[in-house]
T-cell receptor
Framework: GAGVSQSPSNKVTEKGKDVELRCDPI?????LYWYRQRLGQGLEFLIY????????KSGLPSDRFSAERTGESVSTLTIQRTQQEDSAVYLC????????????FGPGTRLTVL | AQSVAQPEDQVNVAEGNPLTVKCTYS??????LFWYVQYPNRGLQFLLK??????LVKGSYGFEAEFNKSQTSFHLKKPSALVSDSALYFC????????????FGKGNQVVVIP
């Protein structure tokens, strides 16, 4: 079956521009997470969606970051007025709802802000 | 705070030798522990998890991990390393309550020398 997909795979933008990253989770997965991975570092939690509940935005680094999810399907992460420190790989993961369930990751979007 | 630590930056091992990647955890209550592998320019792939039951957990690609409650460790092991095992390995623990997200260690680069 299809895994988690993300687009674009690479995005190069100029400082100050807005970018939108897309994630298609595995069908039937109610939980969806966004993480950021800076070069040579671990994963940093950004935001969490679970079904129709209000998202947990506690990991978003600034108000320039926002995310939406349509029901239990596609999610978009938007970064406004990008800065060079936003350069990173943005990973999306989805899972079933139970605590014992592992998260399945997409291939990521590599964002480079010039 | 619930967290995991991966004390080594890089693990070098000769092909055919046993491979061990260390992880210790700090949680209140019973831990839900996971190992992921990341190949270059790829997303994270799930290897194995410990939820409950046997302390020795077997996973993908011949990997296994041993849960040790007294030492609060969850080391990843493989009896005979392959060059293709060279990758970045992440240990993670589920943060219980709230968003139930995964908290990741900083990762270990494994280099298998032919």
């Amino acid at each position: 079956g299809a895994g988690v997909s993300q687009s674009p795979s690479n995005k190069v933008t100029e400082k100050g521009k807005d970018v939108e990253l897309r994630c298609d989770p595995i069908s039937g997965h109610t939980a969806l997470y966004w993480y950021r991975q800076r070069l040579g570092q671990g994963l940093e939690f950004l935001i969490y969606f679970q079904g129709n509940s209000a998202p947990d935005k506690s990991g978003l680094p600034s108000d320039r970051f926002s995310a939406e999810r349509t029901g239990e399907s596609v999610s978009t992460l938007t970064i406004q007025r990008t800065q060079q420190e936003d350069s990173a790989v943005y990973l999306c993961a989805s899972s079933l709802a139970a605590l014992r369930d592992e998260q399945f990751f997409g291939p990521g979007t590599r964002l480079t802000v010039l | 705070a619930q967290s995991v630590a991966q004390p080594e930056d890089q693990v070098n091992v000769a092909e055919g030798n046993p491979l061990t990647v260390k992880c210790t955890y700090s949680v209140s209550g019973n831990p839900y522990l996971f190992w992921y592998v990341q190949y270059p320019n790829r997303g994270l792939q799930f290897l194995l998890k410990y939820i409950t039951g046997d302390n020795l957990v077997k996973g993908s690609y011949g990997f296994e991990a041993e849960f040790n409650k007294s030492q609060t460790s969850f080391h990843l092991k493989k009896p005979s390393a392959l060059v293709s095992d060279s990758a970045l390995y992440f240990c993670a623990v589920r943060i219980l309550g709230g968003n139930n997200r995964l908290a990741f260690g900083k990762g270990n680069q494994v280099v298998v020398i032919p």
